[in-house]
Nanobody, 124 residues
Framework: QVQLVESGGELVQVGGSLRLSCAAS???????LGWWRRAAGKEREFVAA????????YYADSVKGRFTISRDNAKNTVYLQMNSLKPEDTAVYYCAVSPRSSYLSPDPAMYNYWGQGTQVTVSS
């Protein structure tokens, strides 16, 4: 069983930056990890994923070039650095753990543990 706790979400102005963290209670070093988001009234949306070693990363087109996913296996933590934030980035952001190590997928069914989310609000 893995428990995930996201943090770092807050109100930020357009063009600003935030770094989200997701700390895991269990060992996640052998698993791919992902970030997702859900805006009010919209479906959950894939943001980014990273392989167990950090050697492979996969981004949604909407965040490519602005967001960076990284991980620290010694700390059982995954991060999402968000730069050049836009109002459309406003959402609750969730981290998730995949049972696989290197297969990076935008399909939520490929992830079996989820955090409770952290709110990011980008104000114009």
């Amino acid at each position: 069983q893995v428990q995930l706790v996201e943090s770092g979400g807050e109100l930020v102005q357009v063009g600003g930056s935030l770094r989200l963290s997701c700390a895991a209670s269990g060992r996640i070093s052998e698993h791919a990890l992902g970030w997702w988001r859900r805006a009010a009234g919209k479906e959950r949306e894939f943001v980014a994923a990273i392989s167990w070693s950090g050697g492979s990363r996969y981004y949604a087109d909407s965040v490519k070039g602005r967001f960076t996913i990284s991980r620290d296996n010694a700390k059982n933590t995954v991060y999402l650095q968000m730069n050049s934030l836009k109002p459309e980035d406003t959402a609750v952001y969730y981290c998730a753990v995949s049972p696989r190590s290197s297969y990076l997928s935008p399909d939520p069914a490929m992830y079996n543990y989820w955090g409770q989310g952290t709110q990011v609000t980008v104000s114009s």
